[in-house]
């Protein structure tokens, strides 16, 4: 398969108001496309929106304002993509919502927002976004799952069944779509330095005071600036990489799961301890819910 060609295709671009969203809305307008951006957020999107046009006014930028935990209005967000962009060359699943909390610390209602958002709501723009994808030669589709798409620790049971689903999806629509001439690319972030830590949803029945203090000690780890994430996530697009790795914390835990599939957990607590530092509890346990991954900003939904 060809390398990809960003120029004068369109890209369809989700939780496109901010971070890892915000900085491809940009390093894709350098690269010659034209966007269209969805999010919850009107206002960060027509800032971002506004921003990309003044920098790059040759290039066409549409926004859509979509809350993707409503299924029904994101189907009618998509068929107003397509009526309006019959070819799109580039689909980015970038948007998702963390939610922090053990099983049993979490409501069902919690549990299945967060698997809306980050599983069916990307299945759904797919899907009705297929034909467009098709009908551009060379297109390509990237789906960002996570760190938690890689190993499932403690506190984050709705979120890593999420992004493993997302994770399985992606790697069957890579077989089913090559005779298309169409990549697919998973992606699986690690330490990215977004608002993630800080707005965080937590769980109904998590104590505030103990997801504080993990929360606290996995923001020493969050040290890779968005557009250099972006920029990874477009080279891997433009060399049809299957799937990106993005950041040491993304790609130390990956290879201790595959060495290591039944002790890679202890493992990985140690290294969090270690690069953290003591902070005022340890590493996220059983007892204290890992803290959400980092390259999303969490608690919003795009």
Known sequence: MRNFDFTAGTAV?????????????????R?????VLLDRDGDRLD??????????????????????ADLCTTARVAEEVMARHPRIRLLV??????LGGRFDQVTMDEFHWVV??????????????????????????????SLFGLIAPAGQAAYAASKFALRGFTEALRHELADDGIGVTSVHPGGIATRIARNARVGSG????????????????????????????????ERRRGRVLIGWSAKLPDLLA??????HGRLVAAGVRFAGGPGPRSAPTARVPAPVPAELPAGEVA
């Open 206 to 237: 998590v104590p505030r005071e103990e997801f504080d203090a993990a929360r606290r000690q996995f923001e020493r780890l969050l040290s890779i600036p968005p557009g250099r994430a972006a920029e990874v996530i477009l080279r891997g697009v």
């Open 258 to 263: 595959r060495v290591a599939p039944g002790s």
């Open 93 to 98: 699943n970038n948007a998702g919502v963390a």
């Open 13 to 29: 671009v989700t939780g496109a108001a901010s971070g890892i969203g915000e900085a491809l809305a940009h390093g894709l307008a």
């Open 116 to 145: 809306d958002i980050n599983f069916r709501a990307p299945v759904q723009l797919t899907h009705a976004l297929l034909p467009a994808l098709r009908a551009e030669p060379g297109a390509h589709l990237v789906n960002v799952s």
């Open 47 to 68: 800032a971002v929106a506004a921003a990309v046009r003044a920098t790059r006014p040759g290039r066409r930028v549409d926004t859509h304002l979509v809350d993707l």
């Open 31 to 35: 690269r010659g496309s034209d966007l």
